[in-house]
DNA sequence: AGACTGCGTTTCGTCGAGCGCAACGGAATG
DNA sequence: CATTCCGTTGCGCTCGACGAAACGCAGTCT
């Protein structure tokens, strides 16, 4: 795109060009900033390589983003990589980030969309911790848990932050598994298949198992690392949270928590 | 600076910007990530007051770093704040870190072992700043401090970084010591015979010095010639990391501080 | 209700900043 | 010792970024 003095005439065909593209040169340092951290490590050939542009045109935006640290060379061969820069950016970024803040525009649509209940849990002291909650349409609620803790083993939120825990972290998080009901899972080994159910299928699911004719679906909220840092479900009366609904409110939440993810970070695009 | 005839003599109103040299339109915006980091959240005249440039200036930068997801805007009224494209190169970032790479499996194995959460710092800036987090089994979260700069005489991390400086450099990086709690160490000398207790003892503990009611423990990482260029701290309630405890988690920090040393090339004979 | 103020956003003409080119210095490599 | 590849720098030309001013919109004062 370096000269095109075609067709100035031809207003309309431009109008695919983004409106307000903004500061060119700006736009390529960003660029070097994600080819960087796509690649971990690179020289400035390889840097102008893969953006196209001459060697010296992606040399002096990468000494202007290493003057703010935010790149940093390696001590070998003058390569280049992200720096510390981005980390004090990250701070102040994640002081502004709240879990709640970001989930609850997300937790509205959830609850408009399905009509149900829509909860936000984080783990807590061997137990779920609700942070959150999002009143469903219906008149028929369940109680309101902000603030309260919930046992892990016999809801889908519980089972959600269990399944980003490891063996060990298990083991001292879990105690005595109580009985709720006939229906709740009171032994570690069935306990244990479960949580690798829901790492597999990306979902857990409660149904009776804390009271009976109370229904739960939730999936997981990572972080900027991929870990499960919280746990979004939607829950009602077993009689309107049917089997035959679970596809639907699975997708939803689902798409709900992985929505949330990104804008914790996790992800790309 | 259209008309301005012959004002080359005058001087332009740079500000307290920290002017790299490269391409000028990157360095402002940069600035502007900056700002926003130190601010949290801004409007467009209000960025291009603090950088000293016209309004359309600050806000085409903006609007680019928008398109990059590294700021974005808030709802109510169009103001801006950083955004999580930062994070996500935060995490490339990270990810990147030798010292974050080799440190981490051994972080969750820390944080396993102790149940409490796991640090990883390193100096930067007259300041400590948090590479890497595991939380504990117990996570009660109440910030993600990865990123954030930590007063460095008022943390068992800090003290261990200051442990490795000269007193030249221990100098140059101390600045006021600030109090933050009655415990807090704020005199010179006292801070000093601190830590000379850290060299000799190999650890460094603080109890409420930071926080009323928060405990750490850390120990020293070193690289290949044994300088000390991180530090691991593990931390938590004082209620549950007590005195009685000190001797075992001391044990687990240091020996985790000398594994992960070893894998930067430390000690090997 | 109407004028006013302040915001973010857009347009436009001008000019200097950033681009491509080519040359430089240094470090590996044969 | 010649070669090659790298990051880095000086230079002239050109295009893209800048400042001024206008615009649409909201909230606010009178």
């Known amino acids: 795109m370096s000269k095109a003095p075609e067709a100035i005439g031809a207003a309309p065909a431009t109008s695919t060009a983004i409106t307000g593209r903004g500061v060119q040169s700006v736009d390529r340092a960003l660029g070097i900033l994600e080819v960087l951290a796509r690649i971990g490590e690179a020289g400035v050939t390889e840097i102008a390589a893969e953006l196209g542009v ?3 045109t992606a040399f002096r935006p990468v000494a202007t983003l290493e003057a703010h640290r935010l790149v940093e060379q390696t001590v070998d061969r003058g390569r280049y990589r992200l720096g510390v820069g981005i980390l004090r950016l990250a701070g102040a970024t994640t002081a502004r980030l709240d879990l709640v803040q970001e989930a609850r525009p997300i937790c509205r649509k959830l609850a408009s969309d ?3 209940t829509v909860n936000v849990a984080v783990l807590s002291e061997s137990s779920a911790l609700y942070l959150d ?9 369940p ?8 046992p892990l083993h016999a809801t889908s939120n519980g089972k959600v932050l269990l399944s980003g825990l490891d063996d060990a972290r298990l083991d001292r998080v879990l105690g005595k598994l109580a009985t709720y009901t006939p229906r709740t899972i009171t ?4 306990l244990r298949a479960e949580l690798e159910r829901v790492r597999e299928q990306g979902y857990a699911v409660a149904v009776d198992e804390l009271e009976v004719g109370l229904t739960a679906v939730a999936a997981p909220i990572r972080n900027v690392h991929g870990d499960v840092v919280a746990s979004m479900s939607v829950s009602g009366p077993s009689f309107r949270l049917t089997p035959e609904r679970f596809d639907e409110v699975v997708t939803l939440v689902t798409e709900a928590a992985i929505e949330v993810s990104h804008r914790l970070g996790w992800g790309h695009r």
Do not use: C, D
Request: aromatic share 4%; glycine share 14%; proline share 4%.
């Open 54 to 56: 001459h060697k010296s």
């Open 114 to 116: 399905t009509g149900e």
């Open 143 to 150: 109680h309101n848990w902000v603030g309260q803790h919930i």
């Open 133 to 141: 909650r999002v009143a469903g349409s219906s008149a028929l609620q």
């Open 187 to 190: 032994k570690r080994g069935p």
